[in-house]
């Protein structure tokens, strides 16, 4: 793979973008114990969905 | 005449003519018939040239259903919300429930691709702080979300209960979307000096950019301190030491989720309060922003609320922010606008100063319980002082239960109003008000409502609000009893003036009654 300066500065604003987000999430979340529920409850419900998606491909495989 | 023999060739010649004929017809049938079928089967092979066609397109459509969402999982897993469900743990993050979802369309499940598209569309719009509880619902009104409407109900929910957080959303994604506009130039022009010119021509324009950029924001400051020193009135000095302070309240309130305009409110309105230009360091002006983008106070409120607070006391301002940030998270803690009890106190710093060092705890939970109930705090501090004049309370409760039919002990408010905080007060009308039967007299007429409002002096609609309002007062001793027995020994013959008046008044209060009851027995002879 290539190493141009471009790409270089693009990943790198990219890594510094992502530690910035990530860092303010977790910020958020450790001040606020509510949040954390309230998010801990969204990934239940996302789980259920993943849940969904198993029985109904079990149900009715679309291709095979 | 023919003869016999012509006859004879002409029935055969005829009959020859009519199996001729007949043959003829039986081939046109026959053609006839082929010819219909092969309509049917032109028919059947463009219906299959349709379906054919049609399924191309759905194949390609779920094709670009399934690149675009994958497109949006790989944003979503690097934006805050993804972020976010991420570090919350439990169950599974929006990325892999979507991968999930882009796997089994790639199976063929078409519903899936198009429902997992609308989900994903929704989390980006909500990462973007562009949708709130209302769209969301709205969208669910509107959209067939399939198995992700679980996540999407759980979501509107955290929403509703952190009312901050679009905000904070659409903060973090406005700055990131000028960061990236400002990195996608930069890099574009990264490329374009490295084409011509090579590393070195690149070194060269950074040295030149940041050499830019140190003159620009010199300019900008000379410029800032020039229009502190017409507007504020302050030296050069001063006006340049202002500026710089500026510029980093401005950070700070940034950092805090605000903006760079809050800096500049927070020294202004610090300036406007204190009178010195000595009280606006970086450090005060740092924390004054700070508490602004939290609560949502204006400089000149946060400017006189610290400023109150510092007579009261004597900490230094950022002590004072610090107490305002916990109470604004203790505001927050009860669900509550936590920039509405800060504006009902910061909208009175004289009922703050009389409530004093003491009493500011039990205002601040005053001011809470107000913005529970939707009753503005300084009402009650009205309602307090017009209960010191005892002839007049006397009065009201004379006329409450003789005019109105309303038992209220208007001595034990009178008693809260007094000598307890303004807390005690809000909780002791509270409890009034619970054994009052306010449609009762909303029903005996209009004249009636009008002397319930001007005897209590509230609205009946903020009666009706303060009735079932709950105060935030966690219990234990009765309020009014606890702070009359301490103000009690520093007010002592205060209180025996007042309990002289009352047993005055209500010795006359007896004496109308009694008049009132031989005019009544009067009446019946």
């Keep these: 793979m290539k190493i141009t300066e471009q790409g270089l500065l693009s990943r790198l604003y990219q890594g510094w973008k992502n530690k910035k987000l990530k860092g303010a999430a977790k910020k958020l979340l450790d001040k606020n114990p509510d949040l954390r529920k309230a998010f801990q409850d969204i990934n239940k419900a996302n789980q259920n969905a993943i849940d969904i998606l198993d029985k109904r491909y079990k149900e009715k495989p679309y291709r095979k | 005449m023919p003869s016999a023999a012509d006859q004879l060739k002409y029935n055969r010649a005829l009959k020859e003519a009519e199996e001729i004929q007949k043959r003829i017809d039986s081939g046109v049938n026959i053609r006839l018939k082929t010819a219909e079928k092969l309509e049917q089967l032109q028919l059947k092979i463009s219906m299959h040239e349709t379906k054919i066609s049609m399924e191309k397109k759905a194949q390609y459509k779920a094709e670009s259903d399934r690149y675009s969402l994958d497109q949006k999982i790989e944003r979503i897993s690097k934006s805050m919300l993804g972020n976010m469900s991420k570090l919350a743990g439990k169950g599974e993050d929006f990325s892999e429930m979507l991968s999930k979802a ?47 409407e679980g996540s999407l109900v759980k979501m509107k929910e955290s929403l509703e209960k952190t009312p901050h957080l679009q905000a904070i959303f659409q903060v973090k994604a406005k700055t990131f979307a000028a960061l990236d506009k400002a990195a996608g130039g930069l890099l574009t ?132 922010v610090n107490t305002l940030l916990a109470k604004d998270n203790l505001s927050e803690a ?57 002839s007049s309370t006397m009065e009201k409760q004379f006329r409450l239960k003789n005019l109105l039919g309303v038992d209220m002990d208007m001595n034990s408010l009178m008693q809260a109003a007094q000598f307890g905080t303004l807390e005690d007060m809000q909780s002791e009308l509270g409890r009034q008000l619970q054994g009052v039967d306010i449609q009762g007299v909303i029903g005996q007429g209009r004249a009636q409502r009008n002397q319930l409002e001007d005897i209590l002096g509230f609205p009946i609609e903020d009666l009706m609000k303060i009735q079932q309002g709950q105060t935030v007062s966690s219990g234990g001793t009765p309020p009014v009893a606890k702070d009359t027995l301490s103000a009690a020994n520093k007010s002592n013959s205060l209180s025996v003036k007042h309990h002289n008046e009352n047993m005055e008044m209500q010795n006359k209060i007896l004496a109308k009654n009694e008049e009132i009851l031989t005019a009544t027995k009067r009446m019946g002879s």
């Design chain 2, 189 to 320: 022009t990264v490329r374009a000096i490295i084409a011509a010119t090579g590393p070195i021509g690149l070194l060269m324009a950074a040295i030149g950019y940041i050499a830019a950029k140190a003159i620009e924001a010199v300019v900008g400051l000379a410029k800032d301190t020039a229009e502190i020193r017409q507007n504020l009135g302050t030296s050069a000095k001063d006006s340049f030491g202002l500026a710089m302070n500026m510029k980093q309240a401005g950070l700070a309130a940034v950092m805090a989720g605000g903006s760079m305009e809050q800096g500049k409110q927070a020294v202004e309105g610090l300036l406007e309060a204190f009178r010195t230009v000595d009280t606006v360091t970086a450090g005060t002006a740092k924390s004054t922003a700070k508490l602004m983008a939290n609560t949502g106070l204006s400089g000149e409120e946060a400017g006189k609320l610290l400023k109150t607070m510092s007579l009261i006391n004597g900490n230094s301002i950022e002590t004072n």
């Design chain 2, 334 to 390: 009860a669900k509550l606008r936590t920039a509405n009890v800060m504006k009902q106190i910061a909208g009175d710093t004289n009922m703050f100063a009389k409530a004093g060092e003491q009493g500011a705890d039990a205002l601040f939970r005053a001011a809470m319980a107000a913005e529970k109930m939707g009753v503005e705090l300084n009402k009650f501090d009205r309602f307090a002082d017009s209960l010191l004049d005892v």
């Design chain 2, 102 to 148: 882009s796997r089994n369309a790639k199976d063929g499940d078409t519903q899936v691709a198009a429902q997992a598209n609308s989900f994903a569309d929704m989390v980006e719009k909500i990462n973007s702080g562009e949708v709130g509880p209302k769209e969301i619902l709205d969208a669910m009104a509107m959209t067939d979300f399939g198995p992700f």
